[in-house]
Structures are given as structure tokens and as C-alpha cells.
Nanobody
């Protein structure tokens, strides 16, 4: 069975850091891109960052560039999202998802409907 297990969310003060993890199983990890999305109630799910697992190419949306770092450990089939300098606008439920890497473009794999597999969300709350 395909599984994407997201973890690492929590409550943190503004300016603090969290590291999210996405552990994958049940598919050929290196054939896929992994994306992190976030969603707040009443808004569409938006891509935060993505990584092409096979070659390490990455993409970040503008609001997180320079603060967030995505990485993968292919020996563990796990993707990480290191989030630094968190602010209240980062408060959301974060999801990881997998899409076949053939869809990788200049903005990574940008749209939620391009992703084949999804994990459960992990809540990130930034308090001011």
C-alpha cells in the first residue's frame, strides 16, 4: 500500500523553527517528486515547496524562499521541510504529496491535481 506519513507539526512562537518529515512507502521513491502544500480553512491548498527526488532540484514559493529548506534522504524514503523564521502567515495544515517526476517543470510540480498520492496533514501553528 502507498503511504505518505507527515509529521513534525506543532505550536511554535513567531521566529521559531520546525522540521516536517514525510516518510514514503509503497512506490518507487526516486521516480517521484515530493511536494509540501499547506491549507487554511476557506482557502485553496497551495504549494509551499517541492523536490525532484532523483536529481535534487527544488522549488519554493516566494513567501517561504530563504526561510524554508526542502531535502530528501533517499536511504530513508523521507523528505524534510525545515522551516525557519516562522510567522503567523505560516499557520496552516501542511500536507506532503507525491507526483511522478515527469511532470517537473520550472516551478516544480505546482498544482495539487498533478499529485497522485497524499499524506494526512500535520498542523503548524505559529503564535505571536
Amino acid at each position: 500500500d502507498v503511504q505518505l506519513q507527515a509529521s513534525g507539526g506543532g505550536v511554535v512562537q513567531a521566529g521559531g523553527s520546525l522540521r516536517l518529515s514525510c516518510a514514503a512507502s509503497g512506490f518507487i521513491f526516486v521516480d517521484y517528486g515530493i511536494g509540501w502544500f499547506r491549507q487554511v480553512p476557506g482557502k485553496e491548498r497551495e504549494v509551499v515547496s517541492s523536490i525532484n527526488v532523483s536529481d535534487g532540484r527544488t522549488y519554493y514559493t516566494g513567501s517561504v524562499r530563504g526561510r524554508f529548506t526542502i531535502s530528501s534522504d533517499n536511504t530513508k524514503n523521507t523528505v524534510y521541510l525545515q522551516m525557519n523564521s516562522l510567522n503567523s502567515e505560516d499557520t496552516a495544515t501542511y500536507y506532503c504529496a507525491a507526483a511522478y517526476q515527469q511532470g517537473w517543470g520550472p516551478r516544480g510540480i505546482e498544482y495539487a491535481n498533478e499529485y497522485e498520492f497524499w499524506g494526512q496533514g500535520t498542523q503548524v501553528t505559529v503564535s505571536s
